[in-house]
């Protein structure tokens, strides 16, 4: 799956290895990879055309209150899949942390806010 997902990845949208690696684990046995693709990629589309005004679709999209620059990707699935990412000069996109939320856990490896430290701590390191 991780080829599909570079290739469905335009130029201007870039995906982390560990995000990357942390969507396969996500998915894997799950058989959701074929429902998973199709809405990733309606979304990248949508990402790409729409840059920072991507949280107009916001069932697809929201701006985090909690991180400055940081983004989230939601997809109606079996999992609650969260993707996590930032743009900069609303054309290039990075695509930095994957997690399957849960229930409303405040922390742990499945909330927000454990994420959003994850996904600012590789930012800092790609940049």
């Given amino acids: 799956m991780g080829e599909i997902i570079k290739f469905i990845c335009p130029e201007n949208i870039r995906i982390s290895q560990k995000c990357e690696d942390e969507l396969i684990t996500i998915l894997a046995g799950r058989g959701l990879e074929g429902k998973f693709i199709s809405q990733f ?23 985090l209150k909690e991180a400055n620059d940081i983004y989230s990707m939601r997809f109606k699935l079996p999992k609650n899949i969260r993707i996590l990412f930032t743009i900069r000069a609303n054309k290039i996109s990075i695509l930095l942390c994957s997690f399957e939320e849960k229930g409303s856990n405040k922390k742990g490896k499945n909330s927000y806010s454990q994420n959003i430290e994850v996904a600012i701590t590789r930012l800092t390191y790609l940049e």
């Fill in 41 to 63: 990629r309606q979304r990248i589309k949508f990402l790409e055309t729409h840059g920072k005004n991507c949280i107009q679709k916001t069932d697809w999209f929201e701006k």
